[in-house]
């Protein structure tokens, strides 16, 4: 099965750097982001609508960013237009191809940024007791299609991975699923730690916690489901070799608070507003270890196929 496995995989690696990595860090958390925001804000209660502004404003700063990473990655990136614009003479016009996992990618990242810029304006008006932008309907409508969008993109780096011919990432159809479930249960975790700024946000962190922990559970199952189709290609040894079976064992300690419940707490409000100390250091430890475990987990499939 080894041997087979190695024949199969004849494209050299793309040897990615930490812009790539930190560009999924960032697709995940704001796909991740825009979604709960949304749950938030159309299917929550009154008092959650504090919460899903972060989860709108944490959106658009990490979209642009994860397109800068993307853009510097390239070669030759002041060429970066070019994925989106026909340049052949004579052929001008847009440049996508759905047949083309890259080209669909960027265009979905640029459809999003428009997604998440027309909300953040919007949780702006609202902040400043402005007249909403997206409001009624028209607001769900567009805040529902900008999820779908954006899940879209939490997942779709996962599977444009599984698409390529590297070891690793060829052998597993679970990793789209797994960068999906840990994009979500990272962008659970970065507004919990968010949510100690934000007036009135005190309420929804229980919400929070449970959709954090829930997702981290998903996280891990598809984390076996990957393991378990590796050792069917035969790659699991070089998935696990050293040093990449460090960041996968990263992974696996930023998923333990959650899975045992260090941030399933509710979170009591003492006098003049504030959380005792103990609180406050379980808040932040808890979610912290989530996102690097987030971001150890996308650094060990990445590399750990590369090498």
Do not use: C
């Not at 390529?164 to 789209?176: E, H, K, R």
């Not at 040093?243 to 959650?258: F, I, S, T």
Request: glycine residues 10%; without cysteine; aromatic residues 12%.
């Amino acid at each position: 099965m080894t041997i087979i496995a190695a024949t199969e995989h004849f494209a050299g690696p793309p040897e990615w750097t930490w812009y790539i990595l930190f560009y999924f860090f960032l697709a995940g958390v704001a796909g991740g982001s825009y979604f709960l925001a949304t749950l938030l804000r159309y299917w929550g209660a009154p008092a959650d609508e504090a919460v899903a502004r972060i989860g709108f404003y944490v959106a658009f700063p990490a979209t642009l960013l994860g397109l800068l990473l993307l853009t510097l990655d390239l070669k030759q990136p002041l060429r970066f237009w070019h994925m989106l614009f026909n340049t052949t003479p004579g052929q001008f016009g847009l440049n996508f191809n759905s047949s083309t996992p890259m080209s669909v990618g960027v265009w979905a990242l640029l459809v999003a940024s428009v997604f998440a810029a027309v909300s953040f304006l919007d949780a702006l008006a609202r902040d400043r007791r402005s007249r909403a932008l997206l409001d009624g309907a028209v607001g769900m409508a567009w805040s529902v299609v900008g999820s779908v969008v954006y899940l879209f993109i939490a997942g779709y780096t996962g599977v444009l991975l599984a698409v390529s011919n590297q070891p690793i990432w060829s052998d597993s159809w679970a990793l789209g699923g797994l960068f999906l479930a840990s994009g979500l249960s990272g962008a659970a975790a970065l507004l919990l730690l968010l949510s100690r700024y934000r007036s009135g946000a005190e309420s929804t962190r229980g919400m929070l916690e449970l959709s954090e922990r829930l997702f981290t559970v998903l996280e891990l199952v598809l984390l076996v489901i990957v393991l378990l189709t590796l050792i069917d290609d035969g790659t699991l040894g070089k998935a696990l070799s050293f040093p990449w079976v460090l960041l996968w064992l990263a992974a696996l300690v930023g998923m333990l608070p959650a899975l045992a419940g260090l941030t399933a707490r509710r979170f009591r409000v003492g006098s003049g507003g504030t959380l005792a100390a103990g609180r406050v250091q379980a808040l932040v430890l808890g979610p912290t270890l989530v996102l690097l475990g987030v971001l150890a987990l996308r650094a060990w499939v990445i590399f750990a196929a590369q090498h």
